[in-house]
């Protein structure tokens, strides 16, 4: 499974390769500093979900994911210092499927991760139906 982490923090993209490497070993993380590095590799690389932060040097993260919506229904989770409820409303208006802040636990990035992959096969089931 690929994995598209829109981050521009690199202690936080090392961070989450030590988190898939030992947890979801299956995992490919594909990292992007910026937000125009990862609207590209989403048409490039074709992930399976996306982790995206808010706060990125090049454009706002709210940008990104209204972006990726509008040409992709793959699977986004914010990951985000920004803890405010209505912050979190608008990413899951705007299209996200899971909210996380930071700090995060290990634990709760697998389980959005594997919540996510449950519901994309439960969904992909029903379709061929």
């Known amino acids: 499974m690929k994995v598209l982490f829109i981050e521009d923090d690199q202690s ?5 390769e030590l988190v898939f490497k030992f947890t979801m070993s299956d995992v490919e993380l594909l990292p992007a500093l910026g937000g125009l590095d990862g609207i590209d590799m989403v048409r490039n690389t074709r992930p399976d979900i996306i982790i995206l932060d808010l706060g990125l040097p090049d454009i706002s ?5 209204k972006n990726i919506r509008e040409n992709e229904s793959i699977p986004i989770v914010i990951l985000t210092a920004r803890s405010e409820p209505d912050t979190r409303d608008r990413c899951l208006e705007l299209g996200a499927d899971d909210f996380i802040t930071k700090p995060f636990r ?5 389980n959005a991760i594997n919540n996510l992959v449950v519901q ?5 089931e029903k379709t061929a139906c």
């Open 12 to 16: 936080i993209q090392d961070t989450m």
């Open 61 to 65: 993260g709210y940008e990104v994911l």
């Open 106 to 110: 290990r634990s709760d990035i697998v």
């Open 120 to 124: 994309n096969k439960e969904g992909s």
